[in-house]
């Protein structure tokens, strides 16, 4: 990885939150660092997975990487630019390079517009023409993350969770970017279909060399997905490497209880689990 430049990069991100409440000595409000100093680079055609417990500040890093959060201090940087304070136009360009898949498709696509409208809007929003109209447009990106093109003119609550994820996938490639931030992108997702959308993502990556910032609580899904690890704890990176090192052999003392946390799933709970599904779909 080190001979290539990287896509991506973070140095010395910090992220503040003024919090709410009484302010305490000389007039100043408590302020909580939820990011404190992280590095990171992600590099072409790699999944970078970011890892931690709840709070530790993944997903603050996430959206400070995307640039949907400003930062307190440090800089981003995409294709070796600083984009750190970008804003209009140069702002769009780099959205066109960087996009977000979230973790609720539900709440992340608008009920009230047809896929169509919401897969041709990040092009729309930056000014950009729709190339060969919205409906062939549509039609061929459904068709690259295994949904049927006919679909086009439906809403989001016509779609089952995992479906509707596959929408905000094709949301996130309709700019052509080459980084994809997923953030938590499968966690609500039944096992079953989390497989196949964590499938769709690798063919993805195949075939179009997308690099992923991916961050996950669930570690069973970073170890499917993941080339390298980061391990953040109270907002800091506290270790990383290739994922078979981390994972393997961890050297903070963090890691190593995060990993002996991971639940041990039950075979058997796992294929009940199962059946239900399979009886669920049945019978929709
Ligand atoms: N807008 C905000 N205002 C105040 N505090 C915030 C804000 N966003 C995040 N935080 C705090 O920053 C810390 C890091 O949150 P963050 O969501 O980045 O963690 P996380 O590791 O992604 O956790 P989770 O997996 O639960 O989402 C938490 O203490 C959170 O409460």
């Keep these: 990885m080190t001979d290539t430049a990287p896509l991506l990069t973070a140095r010395?991100?910090?992220?503040?939150?003024?919090?709410?409440?009484?302010?305490?000595?000389?007039?100043?409000?408590?302020?909580?660092?939820?990011v404190d100093g992280v590095d990171l680079d992600l590099y072409p055609g790699e999944t970078l997975a970011l890892v931690g417990e709840s709070g530790s500040g993944k997903s603050?890093?996430?959206?400070?990487?995307?640039?949907?959060?400003?930062?307190?201090?440090?800089?981003?940087e995409f294709e070796g630019e600083d984009v750190t304070?970008?804003?209009?136009?140069?702002?769009?360009?780099?959205?066109?390079?960087?996009?977000?898949?979230?973790?609720?498709?539900?709440?992340?696509l608008n009920p009230r517009h047809t896929v169509e409208r919401i897969v041709t809007a990040p092009l729309t929003y930056q000014g950009r023409e729709v190339p060969g109209g919205a409906r062939a447009f549509t039609r061929a990106l459904l068709e690259r993350v295994g949904l049927d093109p006919d679909h086009?003119?439906?809403?989001?609550?016509?779609?089952?969770?995992?479906?509707?994820?596959?929408?905000?996938i094709a949301r996130a490639l309709a700019v052509g970017p080459k980084v994809v931030i997923c953030d938590e992108a499968v966690s609500a997702l039944d096992v079953s279909v989390q497989a196949q959308v964590i499938n769709l993502?690798?063919?993805?990556?195949?075939?179009?060399?997308?690099?992923?910032?991916?961050?996950a609580h669930d570690l069973a899904v970073v170890r499917q997905l993941a080339d390298r690890v980061a391990v953040m704890h109270q907002g800091k990176v506290v270790e990383s490497g290739d994922r078979d090192a981390v994972f393997?052999?961890?050297?903070?003392?963090?890691?190593?209880?995060?990993?002996?946390?991971?639940?041990?799933?039950?075979?058997?709970?796992?294929?009940?689990?199962?059946?239900r599904q399979r009886e669920r779909e049945a019978t929709a």
């Design 12 to 34: 010395g991100l910090v992220r503040e939150f003024t919090l709410r409440g009484r302010a305490g000595a000389f007039g100043r409000r408590p302020v909580l660092r939820a």
């Design 60 to 76: 603050t890093t996430a959206r400070l990487a995307a640039r949907l959060l400003d930062t307190s201090a440090g800089t981003v």
């Design 85 to 108: 304070r970008r804003t209009g136009a140069a702002l769009h360009r780099f959205r066109s390079g960087v996009q977000v898949v979230f973790q609720d498709p539900y709440s992340s």
């Design 152 to 168: 086009s003119t439906r809403y989001p609550a016509q779609f089952s969770g995992g479906q509707a994820q596959r929408i905000g």
């Design 201 to 215: 993502l690798r063919r993805l990556q195949r075939e179009e060399g997308l690099s992923y910032l991916f961050i």
């Design 248 to 275: 393997g052999a961890p050297e903070h003392e963090y890691t190593r209880t995060l990993l002996a946390a991971v639940p041990r799933i039950r075979p058997e709970w796992e294929a009940a689990r199962r059946a």
